[in-house]
């Protein structure tokens, strides 16, 4: 398998040294990333434009290309994680969603996906409908949540009629979600019902409409 498709399914943690840098570099000269090893990763990583340019083989968009990728790892390397706040209530979860599901006139399903400390990784629209309803399947809903590793999930949908009452068929998609959950390791926190008229959670029951449109940010 090429080293370029063994990234996207295996992971660059898969690759060496070596690998990872014929793959930055783009070059068919297979000992061009050897040479630019040959006094280790150390070494690489303090190297000036001209150093780079007399290695034998290297053009300069192969040094830019390692002096981009370099820089890159070492602002990553110093950047502080963002400051996610955690979602440890309905409540929060439904200031967060209200602003996009408790006004359409038409249903959308959507999940927010977690870390284990309840911090918000991303929130992702998984399926539309029409006026009474809008069909998801449990893949569908922990397709995000496994591409990204999520270890928690809270699901949402809105009811265009203005009430939040969960359905029967609500009711049921809950049970097969938390079956779902359980099965692949992942944590199923709360499914929300947003409506002009007020929120329902699955975890906390009936909550009045959500006054302020600040969510997590």
């Known amino acids: 398998m090429p080293r370029g498709d063994r990234i996207l399914s295996e992971g660059a943690a898969s690759l060496c040294d070596e690998e990872l840098l014929?793959?930055?570099?783009?070059?068919?000269?297979?000992?061009?990333?050897?040479?630019?090893?040959?006094?280790?990763?150390?070494?690489?990583?303090?190297?000036?434009?001209?150093?780079?340019?007399?290695?034998?083989?290297?053009?300069?968009?192969?040094?830019?290309?390692?002096?981009?990728?370099?820089?890159?790892?070492?602002?990553?390397?110093?950047?502080?994680?963002?400051?996610r706040p955690r979602i440890l209530s309905a409540r929060t979860l439904a200031a967060h969603l209200w602003p996009r599901l408790a006004f359409l006139q038409h249903e959308e399903f959507w999940v927010v996906l977690m870390t284990a400390r309840l911090q918000e990784i991303q929130t992702v629209k998984v399926a539309a409908g029409g006026l009474t309803?809008?069909?998801?399947?449990?893949?569908?809903?922990?397709?995000?949540?496994?591409?990204?590793?999520?270890?928690?999930?809270?699901?949402?949908?809105?009811?265009?009629?203005?009430?939040?009452?969960?359905?029967?068929?609500?009711?049921?998609?809950?049970?097969?979600?938390?079956?779902?959950?359980?099965?692949?390791?992942?944590?199923?926190?709360?499914?929300?019902v947003l409506a002009q008229s007020g929120v329902h959670s699955a975890s906390e029951g009936n909550m009045p409409p959500v006054s302020s449109t600040v969510g997590l940010g």
Do not use: K, W, Y
Not at 56 to 83: N, Q
Not at 156 to 175: C, F, I, K, V, Y
């Open 133 to 192: 309803q809008c069909s998801v399947q449990a893949r569908d809903a922990f397709a995000p949540a496994v591409l990204l590793g999520a270890a928690a999930v809270a699901f949402a949908h809105n009811h265009p009629s203005g009430d939040p009452t969960p359905s029967a068929e609500d009711q049921r998609l809950q049970m097969l979600l938390e079956e779902a959950g359980r099965a692949l390791g992942i944590r199923v926190v709360d499914h929300l």
């Open 22 to 83: 014929h793959v930055l570099l783009g070059t068919h000269d297979t000992l061009l990333a050897p040479r630019l090893l040959e006094r280790g990763l150390p070494s690489l990583a303090r190297a000036t434009p001209g150093e780079l340019l007399f290695t034998a083989g290297v053009r300069s968009h192969h040094a830019m290309r390692v002096l981009a990728a370099l820089e890159l790892g070492r602002r990553a390397a110093l950047t502080p994680p963002p400051d």
